[in-house]
Nanobody, 122 residues
Framework: QVQLVETGGTLVQAGGSLSLSCAAS????????MAWFRQAPGKEHEFVSA????????NYADSVKGRFTISRVNALNTVYLQMNSLRPEDTATYHC???????????????RGQGTQVTVSS
């Protein structure tokens, strides 16, 4: 079992920066692909970014590439999402997820957190 808790969401102005954290508890954290998804009101979950456990290789959605950076520290059981140059369209609830393999499908991931709200004002 893996439990995930996201923190760091808040209200921020457009152009600003924000860092989200996802703390994992439970065993074998280091062997999971860790991903961030987001869900805006009335929309499906959207893939944001993921980091592999084997080589820390990363994947990003085109909409955030060059602005967001994902990282993980296995020793701390934590994955981070650094978000720069935020836009109003980045407003959403951000969820952390853990799975055995990489996927852009939120439903695939075995473990998912409750989410943290990010609101970007224009």
């Amino acid at each position: 079992q893996v439990q995930l808790v996201e923190t760091g969401g808040t209200l921020v102005q457009a152009g600003g920066s924000l860092s989200l954290s996802c703390a994992a508890s439970g065993r074998a954290f280091s062997r999971y692909v860790m991903a961030w998804f987001r869900q805006a009101p009335g929309k499906e979950h959207e893939f944001v970014s993921a980091v592999n456990w084997i080589d820390s290789s990363t994947n990003y959605a085109d909409s955030v590439k060059g602005r967001f950076t994902i990282s993980r520290v296995n020793a701390l059981n934590t994955v981070y999402l650094q978000m720069n140059s935020l836009r109003p369209e980045d407003t959403a609830t951000y969820h952390c997820a853990a799975g055995r393999y990489f996927s852009t499908n939120y439903g695939y991931y075995e473990y998912r957190g409750q989410g943290t709200q990010v609101t970007v004002s224009s």
